[in-house]
């Protein structure tokens, strides 16, 4: 039996070559999980989302549908089983070809933009809608095998690489402080402090206190450690509502979901006739192709960089791998029902423990899987406990902005504008955006056009065509 774990252990360390990252099996599984517990989160959250664009029996949309769940709807159900199936393939898949330690799902801004946008607004059904998601993917497929989007990533100057890494950073810190109530809206100066005599608040300052103490002390799991105290401390407090709680439970059918494209009614669709539903769907399939495209830039080049993965040439460690795999994935999502798979930042609370390849990201796709039967376990873990992670991941990305090369004025302002834009506008893809926007401008009104890409060049336009069509 020792020597069948051993000869298992020798294939793994080989394959995954874990020495080589400085990194092990008990270090790797322990970030897996931290990844995991630190996004379980879209299990609940997709659903939610899509159940508002008429993925639901009674087809309501918006608010009309919020009092439907999993339990209770059999759409929403296959939703649930759905975006646990679309995560673990692409999770894995990212693990197990690109050898990268990134968890892929369904992305939330994306999904947002697929319920409210093109079903509530434009008017498409759900079913056109998947199948708008289905063109993009098999574009990013085309893109991938043909090299363009790594050539995009090659093109883009080094200090925009690096303020990505630390907007994301900011990004992500945001995420959490939104998600635990100590940052909420204010109409008079956009944001402000929570109410710290809420019991959701105070947990939440709890979590970030134990966090940071572990990290601090160098603690192995920190994150995950951290997660599972703020959730016990929760339970008296009346957030960790444990009455719900089961161990296990089947997963919900995915039959009403499963391969339900409209082509005919997306073609069909839209005023103007079929020239007019032909400009509508180009501006959809192109606004969900820029954003999970620069999105999923955003966050690789971004977490790529807290985990020590950039190569002596600068590039990131197996991306056209991990690009592919994220086209392969975002195909798929279609079949099952649900929207474009994006890498989530989350995966950096897994690279924060010390994930470093693509072991990390085999686990937290078994996890999804497991998640099939373990909806009843997973609810139970409050948005105050996983939002501590988020600001301190935030706190361990912001780092690299030391990097930046603030000295040169032509360099500095894309720099700030990719990396402010991103917490601000609540958006990755966006600060991308505006970094490439003002890059070339600054080059040319300095006479150093030559220094630009032309590459970046065509992205800076195509931006701002985008913005003016579309410009939410």
Not at 188 to 210: C, K, M, Q, S, Y
Request: with cysteine; aromatic share 10%; charged share 10%.
């Amino acid at each position: 039996m020792g020597n069948t774990n051993r000869k298992s252990e020798s294939f793994i360390e080989r394959y995954f070559q874990l020495s080589k990252y400085g990194t092990n099996v008990k270090t790797e599984i322990v970030a897996g999980i931290t990844t995991f517990v630190t996004m379980a989160y879209v299990l609940l959250v997709i659903p939610s989302l899509l159940k508002a664009a008429g993925m639901n029996s009674a087809g309501l949309l918006g608010d009309e549908a919020s009092t439907l769940t999993i339990f209770n709807d059999p759409i929403v159900g296959a939703l649930f089983t759905a975006t646990c199936l679309i995560s673990a393939y692409g999770t894995l898949q990212m693990g197990i070809f690109a050898k990268l330690p990134f968890a892929t799902a369904p992305g939330l801004g994306l999904t947002a933009f697929f319920a409210y946008t093109v079903v509530v607004d434009l008017g498409y059904t759900w079913q056109q809608g998947l199948a708008a998601v289905m063109i993009s993917g098999i574009l990013f497929i085309i893109i991938t095998v043909t090299s363009i989007r790594e050539k995009i990533i090659d093109a883009l100057p080094v200090n925009i690489r690096t303020a990505i890494g630390a907007g994301v950073g900011l990004f992500i810190a945001l995420v959490g402080l939104k998600s635990g109530g100590l940052i909420v809206s204010n109409p008079a100066n956009l944001v402000e402090f929570g109410d710290f005599t809420n019991p959701g608040v105070l947990l939440t300052l709890i979590g970030i206190i134990i966090t940071a103490i572990l990290m601090a002390k160098d603690v192995k799991g920190a994150m995950l450690i951290s997660i599972i105290i703020t959730t016990i401390i929760g339970i008296p407090m009346g957030i960790t509502n444990i009455e719900g709680i089961k161990l296990f439970s089947a997963p919900p059918s995915i039959a009403p979901t499963f391969m339900k494209w409209d082509f005919t009614g997306l073609l069909g669709n839209g005023e103007g006739g079929f020239v007019g539903a032909l400009i509508n769907i180009g501006m959809v399939v192109m606004t969900i192709s820029f954003v999970d495209l620069f999105d999923n830039i955003g966050t690789l080049l971004g977490t790529a960089q807290r985990g020590n993965m950039i190569e002596p040439n600068g590039k990131v460690r197996n991306m056209n791998r991990a690009l592919l795999s994220d086209s392969i994935a975002t195909t798929l999502s279609s079949f099952f029902g649900t929207t474009t798979t994006s890498t989530y930042v989350e995966s950096t609370a897994g690279i924060a423990a010390g994930g470093r390849t693509g072991l990390t990201s085999v686990v937290t796709g078994v996890l999804f899987l497991a998640s099939l039967f373990l909806s009843g376990v997973i609810g139970i873990v409050p948005t105050q406990a996983t939002a501590p992670a988020l600001v301190i991941v935030g706190v361990l990305m912001i780092q690299s902005v030391v990097n930046i090369d603030f000295s040169d004025f032509t360099e500095a302002v894309p720099a700030f504008f990719t990396l402010a834009i991103m917490p601000f506008t609540f958006s990755i893809a966006n600060g991308v955006a505006a970094g490439i926007i003002f890059y070339p401008i600054m080059k040319l009104v300095t006479g150093r056009h030559k220094e630009v890409n032309p590459i970046i060049y065509i992205l800076a336009i195509l931006f701002i065509i985008r913005f003016a069509l579309l410009p939410n």
